[in-house]
């Protein structure tokens, strides 16, 4: 299941984006900025959507904000042991359906 975050997600998100984006700071020599991301004000601002399990764990989500008529998409992060499973393509199409 696909939708809106709630404040109380908001732990499990931050730990979701961490660990997702944890490979690329050897990389980069630095933490991505999605990392730091301020998750409860984007929360608030109803700008995150989570997949969820069937028991309501956060498996991965995506942040993105309607500015005029166009729909931006900010970041889509998957915990790593569910990436490769077509998590991130569907949160990507629920901002699309958003979009419309």
């Known amino acids: 299941m696909i939708r809106r975050a709630t404040m109380a997600e908001a732990d499990a998100i931050r ?3 961490r660990a997702a984006f944890a490979r690329y700071v050897p990389r980069m020599g630095q933490d991505p900025a999605p990392m730091h991301a301020d998750i409860a004000a984007h929360i608030g601002l109803n700008e995150v959507s989570v ?30 042991d569910h990436a490769g499973r077509g998590l991130g393509k569907r949160l990507i199409a629920h901002v699309e359906e958003l979009a419309r």
């Open 15 to 17: 730990a979701c984006g």
């Open 51 to 80: 997949a969820l399990d069937p028991a309501g764990n956060v498996l991965g989500y995506a942040i993105c904000r309607a500015e005029g008529a166009e729909m931006h998409l900010d970041t889509v992060a998957v915990w790593p």
